[in-house]
Structure formats: structure tokens, C-alpha cells
């Protein structure tokens, strides 16, 4: 059911006009007059279309459709396109007819008139349902437009609801054409004045359901009442469309006389239109032949001006684009003349200075390396003997007849781990800088990793200081995540520790929030809060120097390297963020960095390799009936882990180098050997490759002063069991002989 706006043209340019929003310009145009001249021109239009003179009307259109454009008014273009889409309808020219109903759709949307969008996709789908392949497009076009007349609920008659109705019966979905009929049989106000009654419509739609549902006497009520409206206002259109199912309906219903009466008033409708029809046959023809004519002559005419405009400004363009060019011809030869004298002068003093950068970057690099070299070095060399001033320490503090010294062995202790601390620090730096340092991606557990990163505070350093550490960690934090766990834990223990160096007496509390961004990972948010000492605005930056010392900041007690906080940027650096602080003296300080991780899958979780650890219910009292081989070609280290041991009633051979070392375990039986790794002839891999050939069931746990990553994977690779770096802490020493102690009875049982 095409929607025809003759009648509603006057009433919509009331309404539009009546728009707060428009109201200022609606009396503007009048008084210029040029909406009076476009609604005159639609008149005529609506005339001639009336009087099937389609060469005029398409003609006048035309006319119409330059005036609106040339004031922006889409109202009167969506009106110019859509008599155009009906024009070439009624002219049997299809194609035509749907491009001109797209283009008034168009303009509809562009008006932002609800009004018009409506009537635009009723019309656009009323086109498209006469071809079976476009009809699941037209019921989407009746359906956008049934959407907006039940939003602007002005009383207007639902035609696209009908139209939906009639589609869903052609295609036999009748509980949907019945829902739709429904929705059009409500919005029918019989007080209204309709161009063309739908009830007709509706009363021929409710017989065709009520057939489809074999409700006979309905559908008879239906067509009855529809047969007594097309009689009274002479819809002969409707009567050839009706009349001749309706008949023979009667005739199945045992209605023959009346069956009759239909047929033969069909009868006479088809002989009045066929005679009518054969009279309009040559009109349609001619009609058809000028409105192609009219249009091709229009078309010419527009291409011809367009031609003429074209060469116009294609010869203006030349003339400036000549003078332009010219005018840059002559720029050019000068910068040219210029640049060529400068250039010379350029490429002498740049050959002078790459040659210079060339040989610092040399001397840079050199330097970079040497430097590397000799924080390793140093840090390997002075671990050695640290190792036996630490074992020492430890040999003091098990003593009981020293204990009268208890406060002057803390003291040594102290500076020892100060020592360690500041050998560590040195060795991390270097590597920090070496271009060979890599991060690991594991899955992990953030959240463990943060508890075990507060443990480790609540055993050590907060023991007797006046310091509380909190831990606040929001929901929106995954529990595994992909990232190298052992640096993000480094992170954390050099910011929170440093935080606690100068908070002697309050609180340090480590936050962590998430968000879930839309690439699929997580921005982990990190907080370290302190309400200690405070950071100076001016000094806030210098913290992050390598061996940076803010003298009237240090606390007696919190000296350190300077280089805690250089390693936590240089780190974070590496995983691609970078830590702030905002801190006030006095006041405490805010350290804060974010992470971009990925949530790690079960998949990833269960292939991450788990570090298989045996139950020890506690730590030995002793170890006695337990035999150790401790090798090692410094014999103040040896002297060292054989007191330690020895402290714990267990049995310990020596051997200085591999060769010895290799008799004892051929003739005696060990229940662990500790190894050094760095010894001469023999060193610590080759000896225990020449054990693993006669000896496969003794743990062998190497003792070195290098903290290297493949120091690691070679010894694993060499047949030893597990790798212990000196100094060690006792209490880990004997964890790692306590496990693998563990370990080897498991495996016998």
C-alpha cells in the first residue's frame, strides 16, 4: 500500500512549520517567499501527475528538485524524488522507480523529519515487495517505518502495519500477519478522513486469514463487509483485485446467486477498465516515449553546461598553476643555488664529526663491556671469601660459650649482609645493562606472589622495627598472569623496602587494582604508600640516579647502595612501564606503576612446569648418622661448612680438589656431596660427570659464588641435584640438604 501525500502536503508544512526549533526560519522564507514557490510548484505537479501528463510533471520536477537544492530545503527534495519514483511507476519503469524511491529515503534522513523517514521506508519497501528476492528487505523497510509511526503516535492509520500483514500472507506466516493485522485494525480511527480507506484493506487481509484458517464464517463476514465498501465508494481497483476470488469463495460457501451478483459486477469493472485501458495504452506509450525524450534532453542540456563550467575552470587552473610554477621555478633555483653551497660546507663538518661519534661509540661500547665484566667479576670474587666471613658469623652465633659477644656478632652480621646486599645490587646493575638480559613469561599467581612478598617483610625486617605493612588487593585483579614473576617480586621488594627504610615509625601499604582493557589483557595498577620521612619536590628525580645518596634524607640507619630504585626503573623499563612517585616531606610518599599483563588460560596455567617440593614437616635438630663430602679448593670455606655442618652432629669428609674427591666417593659411601664448581684441574662439572658414570643415587648439591643463569642449567645438565649460591643463608642450606634428603628416601621407598 503506497503512501500518496497529496492530500497531507499542506498539513506537514503546518506541522513543520509549527517546530520551535524551525520557527524563526519558517518566517524568514516567508516573507522571501521561497517556500511559497516551491509549495506552488508542488501543486502543479500533483496536477499534471493527476492528469497522467508524466512529460510535463517530470519536466516541472526537475525544475522543483534545482530550487530545493539551491535552498538546502530536503523536505521539498525528499517530495521532488518521491513523485519521480511514482511518476515512472505508473509508467510500468521500475528501475527508475526504485532508484528515485532511494534517493527520497535519502533526503527523508537528512530533514530529520520523522514524518517523511516513515513514509520514505513505507514506499522504498512497497517497491521492493513485488520481487520475491528483495520482499525479506521490504519487510525490514516496513518494519523501520512501523517503528517510527508507533513512535510519533500522531493517529495516523499504520499502512506499514497492513503492508507487513499482507507479505507475512503471501509467505503463509499467518500467526505473524495476524499480529501485524492486529496492530493496524487499532491504529484505525473511523472519525478520520483517509485519501484511501484501509479499511477495505483490512476487512479483504482479516477474510484472507480467516480462509487460511479454514474459519469460514468469518472470513465470509470479512468479504461481505469489504464487497459492501468497494460498492459504496467505488474502488474499482480493489473490486478487480477482490471480486473474482470473493465469487468464487461464495460458490464454495453454497452462495450461488450471490457468487453470481460478484462475478458479474467484475465482469462489468474489467470491461469499463479494459476499455479504458486499450484508450490509455497509446496515451502510456507516448508518455513513456516523451518522459525519456524530456529526460534525455534535460540530460544533455545539463551535460553540456557542466562542460562549459568544466572548461571554464580548467583554464583558470592552468593560468595559476602556470604562474605558480613559475613563481616556484624561481624559488627553487635559488634554494638550490644556496643549499648546494651549504651542503658542501655540511657534509665536510659531518664527515668530521661521524668519524668522532664513530670513535666514541667504540670507546662507549668498550667501556659498557668492561664495566660488565667487572661488576661480575667483582661481585663473583668478593662473594668467595664473603662466604667464609658469613659462615663464620654463623659458626659465632651457634656457639653457646660466646654469647657474652651476642651484640658485637649482630653488629658483624649486619655488616656482612650490608656487604652481600651491596655485591647484589652491583651485579644486578650490570646485567640490567647488558643487552643479552631477557625477561621470562610464565604464568603465575599475583596474588600469592604479593603474599609471599609480605611474608617475607613480616619475618625479616619488621620483626622489631615500628613499622606496619599492609596489603590491600582489589577484586578486579586476575589471579594468573603471564610475566616474569621472579622480576615483578625483585620490583616490589627494592620499592617496599625502601619505603620501610625511611618510615621508622608508621605504616607502608602495597595496593593493587585492575583493568580489563579491550585488547584482552589487564592493567595491573601497583600503589606502594609510606606516611614516612617524605622525598623533596626538587630531589624526586635524583632518587632514580645510580648511586644516588640524598644525604639530608639518610637516616643513621638506612644507608644503602643508591641503587635500589635505578634498578626498579631500569626493570619496569624492560616490561615496558615506568614508575611515578608523589611524595611531600613530612608527609610520606606514593610510588605507582602499571602492567600490562595477560590473563593466563588453564591451558597455559597447567603447562607453566611446577616446582615439585617435598613436605618437611620441619626443619632438622641434627643430622647425625648422615656422612658429607664437602669439596672445595679454599680451605677456609671448607673449614667453614664443616663446622656448620659438624654443629648438627653430622659426619663430613673434605677433599680439596675433583681427583680426591672422585677416590672418596669410590671407597666410601656419602649421603651427600656439597660441590664447589670453580676449582683447578677438575673442576666442579667435569668431577661430578666422572661420579654420575659409577655413582647415580648420591645427591650432589653444588656450592658456588656465581648467580649466573647457566651456571644453573649446566649443573642441572652435569648431573647435579640442586645449586646453593654463597653466601647462603643457613636456614635455606639446610632446607635444600633437607629436601633432598626428603627426595632420596622417596625415591627408595
Same mark, same amino acid.
Given at each position: 500500500?503506497?503512501?500518496?501525500?497529496?492530500?497531507?502536503?499542506?498539513? +506537514?508544512?503546518? %506541522?513543520?512549520?509549527?517546530?520551535?526549533?524551525?520557527?524563526?526560519?519558517?518566517?524568514?522564507?516567508?516573507?522571501?517567499?521561497?517556500?511559497?514557490?516551491?509549495?506552488?510548484?508542488?501543486? /502543479?505537479?500533483?496536477?499534471?501527475?493527476?492528469?497522467?501528463?508524466?512529460?510535463?510533471?517530470?519536466?516541472?520536477?526537475?525544475?522543483?528538485?534545482?530550487?530545493?537544492?539551491?535552498?538546502?530545503?530536503?523536505?521539498?527534495?525528499?517530495?521532488?524524488?518521491?513523485?519521480?519514483?511514482?511518476?515512472?511507476?505508473? *509508467?510500468?519503469?521500475?528501475?527508475?522507480?526504485?532508484?528515485?524511491?532511494?534517493?527520497?529515503?535519502?533526503?527523508?534522513?537528512? /530533514?530529520?523529519?520523522?514524518?517523511?523517514? =516513515?513514509?520514505?521506508?513505507?514506499?522504498?519497501?512497497?517497491?521492493?515487495?513485488?520481487?520475491?528476492?528483495?520482499?525479506?528487505?521490504?519487510?525490514?523497510?516496513?518494519?523501520?517505518?512501523?517503528?517510527?509511526?508507533?513512535?510519533?503516535?500522531?493517529?495516523?492509520?499504520?499502512?506499514?502495519?497492513?503492508?507487513?500483514?499482507?507479505?507475512?500472507?503471501?509467505?503463509?506466516?499467518?500467526?505473524?500477519?495476524?499480529?501485524?493485522?492486529?496492530?493496524?485494525?487499532?491504529?484505525?480511527?473511523?472519525?478520520?478522513?483517509?485519501?484511501?480507506?484501509? +479499511?477495505?484493506?483490512?476487512?479483504? *487481509?482479516?477474510?484472507?486469514?480467516?480462509?487460511?484458517?479454514?474459519?469460514?464464517?468469518? $472470513? @465470509?463476514?470479512?468479504?461481505?463487509?469489504?464487497?459492501?465498501?468497494?460498492?459504496?465508494?467505488?474502488?474499482?481497483?480493489?473490486?478487480?483485485?477482490?471480486?473474482?476470488?470473493?465469487?468464487?469463495?461464495?460458490?464454495?460457501?453454497?452462495?450461488?446467486?450471490?457468487?453470481?451478483?460478484?462475478?458479474?459486477?467484475?465482469?462489468?469493472?474489467?470491461?469499463?477498465?479494459?476499455?479504458?485501458?486499450?484508450?490509455?495504452?497509446?496515451?502510456?506509450?507516448?508518455?513513456?516515449?516523451?518522459?525519456?525524450?524530456?529526460?534525455?534532453?534535460?540530460?544533455?542540456?545539463?551535460?553540456?553546461?557542466?562542460?562549459?563550467?568544466?572548461?571554464?575552470?580548467?583554464?583558470?587552473?592552468?593560468?595559476?598553476?602556470?604562474?605558480?610554477?613559475?613563481?616556484?621555478?624561481? !624559488?627553487?633555483?635559488?634554494? @638550490?643555488?644556496?643549499?648546494?653551497?651549504?651542503?658542501?660546507?655540511?657534509?665536510?663538518?659531518?664527515?668530521?664529526?661521524?668519524?668522532?661519534?664513530?670513535?666514541?661509540?667504540?670507546? $662507549?661500547?668498550? =667501556?659498557?663491556?668492561?664495566?660488565?665484566?667487572?661488576?661480575?667479576?667483582?661481585?663473583?670474587?668478593?662473594?668467595?671469601?664473603?662466604?667464609?666471613?658469613?659462615?663464620?658469623?654463623?659458626?659465632?652465633?651457634?656457639?653457646?660459650?660466646?654469647?657474652?659477644?651476642?651484640?658485637?656478632?649482630?653488629?658483624?652480621?649486619? /655488616? $656482612?649482609?650490608?656487604?652481600?646486599?651491596?655485591?647484589?645490587?652491583? !651485579?644486578?646493575?650490570?646485567?640490567?645493562?647488558?643487552?643479552?638480559?631477557?625477561?621470562?613469561?610464565?604464568?603465575?599467581?599475583?596474588?600469592?606472589?604479593?603474599?609471599?612478598?609480605?611474608?617475607?617483610?613480616?619475618?625479616?625486617?619488621?620483626?622489631?622495627?615500628?613499622?606496619? !605493612?599492609?596489603?590491600?588487593?582489589?577484586?578486579?585483579?586476575?589471579?594468573?598472569?603471564?610475566?616474569?614473576?621472579?622480576?615483578?617480586?625483585?620490583?616490589?621488594?627494592?620499592?617496599?623496602?625502601?619505603?620501610?627504610?625511611?618510615?621508622?615509625?608508621?605504616? %607502608?601499604? *602495597?595496593?593493587?587494582?585492575?583493568?580489563?582493557?579491550?585488547?584482552?589483557?589487564?592493567? %595491573?595498577?601497583?600503589?606502594?604508600?609510606?606516611?614516612?620521612?617524605?622525598?623533596?619536590?626538587?630531589?624526586?628525580?635524583?632518587?632514580?640516579?645510580?648511586?644516588?645518596?640524598?644525604?639530608?634524607?639518610?637516616?643513621?640507619?638506612?644507608?644503602?647502595?643508591?641503587?635500589?630504585?635505578?634498578?626498579?626503573?631500569?626493570?619496569?623499563?624492560?616490561?615496558?612501564?615506568?614508575?611515578?612517585?608523589?611524595?611531600?616531606?613530612?608527609?610520606?610518599?606514593?610510588?605507582?606503576?602499571?602492567?600490562?599483563?595477560?590473563?593466563?588460560?588453564?591451558?597455559?596455567?597447567?603447562?607453566?612446569?611446577?616446582?615439585?617440593?617435598?613436605?618437611?614437616?620441619?626443619?632438622?635438630?641434627?643430622?647425625?648418622?648422615?656422612?658429607? @663430602?664437602?669439596?672445595?679448593?679454599?680451605?677456609?670455606?671448607?673449614?667453614?661448612?664443616?663446622?656448620?655442618?659438624?654443629?648438627?652432629?653430622?659426619?663430613?669428609?673434605?677433599?680439596?680438589?675433583?681427583?680426591?674427591?672422585?677416590?672418596?666417593?669410590?671407597?666410601?659411601?656419602?649421603?651427600?656431596? *656439597?660441590?664447589?664448581?670453580?676449582?683447578?684441574?677438575?673442576?666442579?662439572?667435569?668431577?661430578?660427570?666422572?661420579?654420575?658414570?659409577?655413582?647415580?643415587? %648420591?645427591?650432589?648439591?653444588?656450592?658456588?659464588?656465581?648467580?649466573?643463569?647457566?651456571?644453573?642449567?649446566?649443573?642441572?645438565?652435569?648431573?647435579?641435584?640442586?645449586?646453593?649460591?654463597?653466601?647462603?643463608?643457613?636456614?635455606?642450606?639446610?632446607?635444600?640438604?633437607?629436601?633432598?634428603?626428603?627426595?632420596?628416601?622417596?625415591?627408595?621407598?
Amino acid at each position: 500500500m503506497r503512501k500518496n501525500f497529496g492530500p497531507l502536503i499542506f498539513l +506537514l508544512l503546518i %506541522v513543520l512549520c509549527g517546530q520551535p526549533s524551525s520557527a524563526f526560519a519558517y518566517f524568514k522564507n516567508v516573507q522571501q517567499k521561497p517556500k511559497i514557490s516551491l509549495q506552488a510548484q508542488l501543486d /502543479s505537479i500533483f496536477k499534471v501527475t493527476d492528469d497522467k501528463d508524466y512529460e510535463v510533471a517530470i519536466q516541472l520536477i526537475g525544475q522543483l528538485i534545482k530550487d530545493s537544492e539551491k535552498e538546502g530545503n530536503f523536505t521539498y527534495l525528499f517530495h521532488s524524488y518521491n513523485l519521480l519514483s511514482i511518476s515512472h511507476a505508473n *509508467l510500468r519503469d521500475s528501475i527508475p522507480a526504485m532508484n528515485y524511491s532511494k534517493k527520497a529515503l535519502y533526503y527523508a534522513q537528512l /530533514s530529520k523529519n520523522d514524518t517523511l523517514i =516513515s513514509w520514505a521506508y513505507n514506499n522504498l519497501a512497497a517497491d521492493l515487495s513485488t520481487r520475491k528476492e528483495t520482499r525479506n528487505q521490504a519487510l525490514e523497510y516496513y518494519k523501520k517505518s512501523l517503528s517510527i509511526q508507533r513512535r510519533l503516535n500522531d493517529g495516523e492509520f499504520y499502512d506499514a502495519a497492513l503492508n507487513l500483514a499482507e507479505l507475512y500472507h503471501k509467505s503463509g506466516d499467518y500467526h505473524l500477519m495476524h499480529k501485524y493485522l492486529e496492530e493496524a485494525q487499532k491504529s484505525y480511527n473511523p472519525e478520520y478522513i483517509y485519501f484511501d480507506d484501509p +479499511l477495505i484493506h483490512l476487512e479483504i *487481509l482479516w477474510g484472507d486469514y480467516y480462509v487460511a484458517l479454514k474459519s469460514e464464517y468469518r $472470513a @465470509l463476514k470479512s468479504y461481505n463487509h469489504a464487497h459492501e465498501l468497494i460498492e459504496s465508494e467505488k474502488v474499482d481497483y480493489l473490486a478487480l483485485d477482490f471480486y473474482e476470488r470473493y465469487a468464487k469463495f461464495l460458490l464454495e460457501q453454497d452462495y450461488p446467486e450471490k457468487a453470481y451478483e460478484v462475478q458479474k459486477r467484475f465482469q462489468e469493472y474489467y470491461t469499463a477498465q479494459e476499455s479504458l485501458k486499450a484508450k490509455e495504452t497509446y496515451q502510456l506509450a507516448q508518455a513513456k516515449f516523451e518522459a525519456a525524450e524530456a529526460r534525455r534532453e534535460r540530460n544533455q542540456a545539463e551535460l553540456q553546461q557542466e562542460i562549459l563550467d568544466n572548461d571554464l575552470k580548467r583554464k583558470k587552473t592552468q593560468s595559476i598553476l602556470l604562474a605558480s610554477i613559475i613563481v616556484l621555478m624561481i !624559488l627553487f633555483l635559488a634554494y @638550490l643555488f644556496y643549499s648546494e653551497r651549504l651542503r658542501l660546507g655540511l657534509i665536510k663538518n659531518l664527515k668530521v664529526k661521524n668519524k668522532n661519534l664513530e670513535q666514541a661509540k667504540i670507546r $662507549a661500547e668498550r =667501556s659498557e663491556r668492561a664495566k660488565t665484566r667487572f661488576f661480575s667479576t667483582l661481585s663473583h670474587e668478593m662473594r668467595t671469601p664473603l662466604y667464609g666471613v658469613t659462615g663464620t658469623i654463623t659458626i659465632f652465633e651457634n656457639n653457646p660459650e660466646l654469647k657474652k659477644y651476642e651484640e658485637e656478632i649482630s653488629s658483624l652480621r649486619f /655488616s $656482612a649482609d650490608h656487604l652481600l646486599e651491596i655485591i647484589n645490587d652491583l !651485579l644486578d646493575i650490570s646485567k640490567l645493562e647488558d643487552d643479552s638480559f631477557k625477561l621470562v613469561k610464565k604464568s603465575f599467581n599475583i596474588k600469592l606472589l604479593v603474599e609471599d612478598v609480605i611474608n617475607s617483610f613480616d619475618r625479616n625486617r619488621l620483626r622489631n622495627a615500628q613499622c606496619f !605493612l599492609n596489603c590491600e588487593i582489589d577484586r578486579s585483579v586476575p589471579n594468573y598472569v603471564m610475566g616474569d614473576a621472579r622480576r615483578i617480586k625483585q620490583v616490589l621488594l627494592n620499592i617496599i623496602g625502601n619505603a620501610i627504610k625511611f618510615t621508622p615509625k608508621g605504616e %607502608v601499604t *602495597l595496593r593493587l587494582n585492575s583493568k580489563h582493557l579491550e585488547s584482552g589483557r589487564h592493567q %595491573v595498577h601497583f600503589e606502594i604508600e609510606d606516611n614516612g620521612i617524605g622525598i623533596p619536590k626538587d630531589k624526586q628525580e635524583a632518587i632514580f640516579d645510580e648511586f644516588s645518596q640524598l644525604e639530608e634524607l639518610q637516616l643513621r640507619e638506612a644507608k644503602g647502595t643508591g641503587l635500589g630504585l635505578p634498578i626498579v626503573r631500569k626493570l619496569l623499563e624492560k616490561m615496558g612501564a615506568d614508575i611515578t612517585v608523589e611524595s611531600e616531606p613530612g608527609r610520606g610518599s606514593l610510588f605507582s606503576f602499571d602492567l600490562l599483563l595477560e590473563e593466563a588460560t588453564l591451558q597455559q596455567v597447567a603447562s607453566t612446569p611446577k616446582k615439585v617440593v617435598h613436605p618437611i614437616t620441619e626443619l632438622p635438630v641434627d643430622f647425625e648418622g648422615k656422612r658429607f @663430602l664437602v669439596v672445595d679448593d679454599n680451605k677456609i670455606n671448607r673449614m667453614v661448612t664443616n663446622r656448620i655442618l659438624k654443629n648438627f652432629k653430622a659426619e663430613v669428609d673434605e677433599a680439596p680438589d675433583g681427583r680426591e674427591a672422585i677416590e672418596r666417593v669410590k671407597s666410601q659411601d656419602y649421603d651427600l656431596i *656439597l660441590m664447589d664448581i670453580n676449582m683447578p684441574g677438575l673442576n666442579g662439572y667435569q668431577t661430578t660427570q666422572i661420579i654420575r658414570e659409577f655413582e647415580l643415587n %648420591v645427591p650432589i648439591v653444588a656450592l658456588t659464588a656465581s648467580v649466573e643463569n647457566y651456571v644453573i642449567r649446566k649443573a642441572e645438565f652435569c648431573g647435579m641435584n640442586d645449586v646453593i649460591t654463597k653466601p647462603f643463608n643457613t636456614e635455606k642450606f639446610f632446607k635444600a640438604i633437607s629436601e633432598q634428603f626428603a627426595r632420596r628416601a622417596q625415591a627408595i621407598n
